[in-house]
């Protein structure tokens, strides 16, 4: 039996059938195929929170599933938390799947430091936060905004005053197992505070730390810190680098090359390891990461500062 003919339809019917075609499949999935809304970080809070100096922060506060141990949990203060707390919350999640095996001895609170904002950095307010005083006003440069530099104490009061009895408040924190973890300028305030206020950290990671920073000045800090005789014990440092942090990658720009050996990234790194390694008290891990450059360091910093800070 011959069916009738389709009548003809104009283009933009046709077009707009077409156009609708999504939507409709989309209506004709079982209720429990469609989109349920966001996938939160597990066990994550956030609070946007004020440092005494009035700027503004969010704060990312995870804890862990099960009991804790008898001391309490290790915290760990993670820098830049926007664009990496899912990251760090994830990878002790599997860690602490089978501790044993990863060679970790628990899981670990988490106080991301992060910002206002949905994406992964706050370049002008990192610039303040992240780097040692007296800093300086950076005027525009590559597509770059100004900023003002020098506000690590402030963030370190902050963290201190603010943050860890948040922490405290939300779980049993073990008080001799903090911890920071931080890149470039985050592995810069990692040095930081363990050269100018050893003991507010236990554990510091310090991925691709921007020693170069104005003309090297976290060197004074450190060989101030080496001359302490009454630095706390124990400390625990972390340094990772990629390789190609100071030689090009074949796929860099060869334009390049002049910033690199003025920045010294390895090297800077490398000589600051060897100063540190003979101190007492301190213990020290330092590694070239062979096949990443700057910001492909940083989830391989995670992963290998996570497992520094958990396994003692």
Do not use: C
């Not at 950076?138 to 902050?158: V, Y």
Request: proline share 12%; hydrophobic share 45%; net charge neutral.
């Amino acid at each position: 039996m011959n069916r009738p003919a389709l009548p003809h339809l104009p283009f933009s019917i046709r077009l707009r059938r077409r156009q609708l075609a999504p939507f409709a499949a989309a209506l004709a999935l079982p209720a429990l195929a469609r989109a349920q809304g966001p996938v939160p970080i597990p066990r994550t809070t956030q609070h946007d929170l004020e440092s005494r100096g009035g700027h503004p922060f969010r704060v990312f506060l995870h804890v862990p599933a099960g009991e804790p141990p008898r001391e309490g949990w290790p915290m760990i203060t993670v820098l830049d938390a926007n664009a990496v707390m899912g990251m760090v919350v994830d990878t002790i999640r599997v860690l602490a799947f089978l501790p044993r095996e990863a060679g970790i001895r628990s899981a670990a609170v988490v106080a991301g430091i992060g910002y206002r904002t949905d994406g992964p950095y706050d370049l002008v307010r990192r610039s303040f936060d992240l780097t040692p005083p007296p800093g300086r006003e950076m005027p525009p440069a590559d597509s770059r905004p100004g900023a003002r530099t020098g506000g690590a104490d402030e963030l370190l009061d902050f963290i201190e005053e603010t943050v860890k009895p948040l922490a405290a408040q939300s779980a049993p924190v073990d008080p001799s197992r903090h911890a920071v973890l931080g890149h470039s300028f985050g592995g810069l305030f990692a040095l930081h505070a363990l050269f100018t206020r050893p003991g507010t950290f236990r554990d510091h990671v310090a991925g691709s730390p921007a020693i170069w920073w104005e003309e090297n000045a976290v060197l004074q800090s450190a060989e101030r810190f080496i001359a302490r005789p009454d630095r706390p014990a124990p400390l625990r440092l972390l340094m990772t680098v990629g390789a190609y942090e100071q030689g090009l990658a074949p796929w860099h720009d060869p334009a390049w090359r002049p910033r690199m050996e003025m920045m010294r990234m390895v090297d800077g790194a490398r000589e600051l390891a060897d100063r540190l390694r003979p101190l007492p008290g301190l213990e020290l891990g330092f590694e070239v990461l062979p096949d990443d450059g700057h910001m492909s360091a940083f989830p391989v910093a995670v992963q290998r500062g996570l497992r520094f800070i958990l396994a003692r």
